[in-house]
C-alpha cells in the first residue's frame, strides 16, 4: 500500500511541476543572427550539384536528349546552354554529391554518358529528398 501511495504522489508531482525556460540572449549575439539572416536573403544562390546528361555539338541530338529525359523523367526540368561549340543538357539541382548518387544510378540506366557537375543555382531549384 506504501508502495503504491509513493508511485502516485511521485506521478503527481512529475505531472504537476511545470518547466519553464527562458533564453536571454546577448545584443551582440541578436545583431550576428540578423546580419546573418539578412546576408542569406540577399543570396538566393548556392553551389550545387546538377546531372549533366549529355554533351553534344549536334543540336537535334540535344533536343533529343531532352525529349527522351522527359519521357523517363516528367517530374523534372531541364535546362539546355550553348556553351560553343557543345549542347550541355542539366538536369536536377542537389545540395551535396551524395544527395544525387541514387538518381544518377537511375539516369545511367537511360543516358549511360551522365555525370555529376557542379554549378551556381537559385536556392528554389534545389530537389527535395
Known amino acids: 500500500m506504501k508502495i503504491v501511495l ?4 511521485s506521478i503527481s508531482i512529475i505531472f504537476g511541476l511545470k518547466a519553464q525556460v ?3 540572449e546577448e545584443d551582440t549575439i541578436k545583431r550576428f543572427m540578423q546580419d546573418y539572416e539578412a546576408s542569406n536573403l540577399e ?13 553534344t555539338n549536334d543540336r537535334r541530338k540535344m533536343e533529343d536528349a531532352i525529349s527522351k529525359f ?5 517530374e523534372l526540368d531541364t535546362n539546355w546552354s550553348h556553351e560553343n561549340p557543345y549542347y550541355k ?5 542537389f545540395e551535396t554529391k551524395e544527395d544525387l548518387y541514387s ?14 557537375v557542379v554549378e551556381n543555382i537559385e536556392k528554389a ?5
Open 6 to 9: 509513493a508511485f502516485l504522489f
Open 125 to 129: 531549384e534545389l530537389v527535395r529528398t
Open 103 to 116: 538518381f544518377l544510378l537511375t539516369v545511367k540506366q537511360h543516358f549511360s554518358g551522365a555525370i555529376p
Open 70 to 74: 522527359e519521357r523517363y523523367f516528367p
Open 89 to 93: 543538357v542539366k538536369v536536377g539541382a
Open 43 to 55: 543570396n538566393s544562390t548556392q553551389k550545387a550539384w546538377k546531372i549533366q546528361i549529355i554533351a
Open 22 to 24: 527562458s533564453i536571454q
